[in-house]
């Protein structure tokens, strides 16, 4: 059986056996890779005796001037990251946000969490547009379809469910695959929907008749998040179990595992259809190169675990949020440079 190697971390090579058509990666011994500083550091302001803020979501919109992050504080924050300005604090909810995400024109914002609401924002005015009624149980993840028109939710109870954007009105409720969902994705084309949690199971529907397609047993332990690949074809997985998994959607079948240890993944996502980032527990941030299943950069300077990760179309920004209080712009175009952590950095105190 051939055995092919690929570079992983710092100081871990990695033996790669290709089985099946899966590509399936132990970590055996010390090597090197590239190692990247970001361009920009949003850092949030502690006051005396405050408690500092866990940064839980972030976003930024598809053209890339605006980002957003979501808290524990209750106060959702809008910027300009071209100058690190601080353009909104928007308030409204009663309890800690969870996740957050611009529609794709990014005219909109939507935000939700404990309070077990949705709210709907004008990026322009940092005016509220809608609140809906609490449901059932606190919401952890959502996501805007290709257009626009719909939003989906997922959080602590069983249902996945679509919301009209002009009527903010919940149209569809889905039965899941398991409680406890921790994260849902539509893909690029707005024709499938995919979403996954505490069991490791994930359940994608056809839209918009909101049929099972398949089911895919993908761990044994939690999924916190999953994202499609931008042709639609692929889906990657991570969570608390130990790899990282990327899945032929066609087939429900999976392609390739990557090491996740030793940290557990709280966020992925594709930038291009054969790079994959993830972000964890570790605090770091690791680039994937899937044509060869090799670690290709460390994204290096969060010091508390990485729980959010968004990109800008066409995979040029880069942000991430961390719980050390910071959101971090990486500038991806610059990625293939060693020289990239020696780049000056831009430090903004926002609150």
Known sequence: ?????????????????????????????????????????????????????????????????????????????????TTGQLLHRLAGHEDWIRCIAFSPDGKRLASAGNDRKIIFWDVATGLSLHATDPISAAICSIAFDRDGNQLATAGFDQKLRIYDCSSFRCQVEL???????????????????????????????????????????ADRRRIRSIAFSPSGRRLVSAGDGETIRIWDISTGTI????????AKIMAVLFTRENEVYTGGTDNMIRQWNLDTGSAGCELIGHTGTVASLACSRGGNWLISGSYDTTIRIWDLRTIQSTNTAQQSIQTTIMD
């Not at 990695?14 to 399936?24: A, D, H, K, R, Y």
């Open 255 to 262: 392609q390739m595992e990557l090491p996740a240890r030793p």
């Open 175 to 217: 039965q899941c695959a398991s409680t406890d969902l921790r994260t849902v994705a539509f893909s690029p084309d707005g024709k499938r929907l995919a979403s996954a949690g505490r069991n490791g199971t994930i359940r994608i529907w056809a839209i918009p008749s909101g049929t099972v397609e398949r089911d895919i047993a």
């Open 1 to 81: 059986m051939p055995i092919q190697r690929f570079l992983f971390g710092i100081g871990y090579p990695i033996v790669c056996l290709l089985i099946g058509g899966m590509i399936s990666i132990d970590l055996v011994h010390a090597t090197e890779l590239v190692r990247m500083a970001p361009s920009r550091i949003i850092e949030f302001e502690i006051q005396k005796e405050e408690k500092p803020t866990v940064m839980s979501g972030v976003a930024i919109s598809g053209d890339g001037l605006y980002l957003a992050a979501a808290s524990d504080d209750h106060l959702v924050r809008v910027w300009n990251r």
